[in-house]
């Protein structure tokens, strides 16, 4: 039995995650005011994304438990809609991204943090929040994926979400700074335009190698303990 029941959990990483949202949104950043707002950074989306699906995950917990012992074919429909709908935001958004958002800010942040966060940014942003955008999220994820089976889509299937994603949000960068004349990103301001292409093709191969191994985790935690009991009897 586990220490902390996994509703207990949830319930917590979504608090945790409407917390991180409120101070965020209530920093005073010159980056908020200009156009497209919190909503041009990659960082924001993923926080947004995250705290949905665990407020989704706490959901099916709730009607889980309004539901337990009940006849109604139409909730157990209702349910497994819900579940269908967590399981595929966790295969194609939650850890894909997640684990993109801090895969890739550590990255650059230890190389040379000017290219994605400045020093600047040290007087708007406390290190406790710098860590709740950019660090918790994996392990926060990582949990879930370890107390819930999840059901992953065909990989192809998935692969082909996750890159109407990636690709969606480099067209929305890229409108961006065709409005303002400014990348949301240090880093592509510094490049050429073809290193630029090469950049964005890069984050697109890594965010693909984040979803298929998110695949692969969800399997070894939830299949193969299956394997061995069946090998065992």
């Not at 065709?178 to 240090?186: C, I, R």
Request: proline share 4%; charged share 15%.
């Amino acid at each position: 039995m586990a220490l902390i029941p996994s509703q207990v959990l949830r319930v917590a990483i979504l608090l945790s995650y409407f917390s991180i949202l409120c101070h965020y949104k209530a920093l005073d950043m010159p980056a908020h005011q200009t156009y497209g707002g919190s909503w041009k950074f990659l960082t924001f989306i993923d926080l947004v994304i995250q705290a949905v699906f665990f407020g989704l995950c706490v959901l099916i917990d709730v009607s889980s438990l309004l539901t337990k012992g009940g006849d109604s074919r139409e909730q157990e429909r209702q349910l497994r809609k819900l579940i269908g709908l967590r399981d595929w935001m966790m295969a194609v958004l939650a850890f894909p991204v997640g684990a993109f958002v801090v895969f890739t800010f550590w990255s650059l942040y230890l190389y040379d943090r000017e290219l994605v966060y400045p020093k600047l940014l040290d007087n708007f942003i406390p290190q406790w929040l710098n860590h709740g955008m950019h660090t918790t999220v994996l392990p926060f994820i990582i949990i879930e994926m370890r107390t819930t089976h999840h059901r992953y889509p065909s990989r192809s299937w998935g692969l082909a979400a996750v890159c109407c994603f990636g690709v969606g949000y480099i067209l929305w960068t890229c409108w961006v700074h065709q409005v303002t004349g400014v990348w949301v990103y240090p880093v592509l301001e510094r490049i050429a335009p073809v290193a630029r292409v090469a950049f964005f093709s890069a984050m697109m191969a890594v965010i693909g190698v984040f979803y298929v191994l998110g695949e692969i985790l969800n399997s070894y935690i939830w299949e193969k303990p299956h394997t061995e009991k069946v090998k065992g009897e």
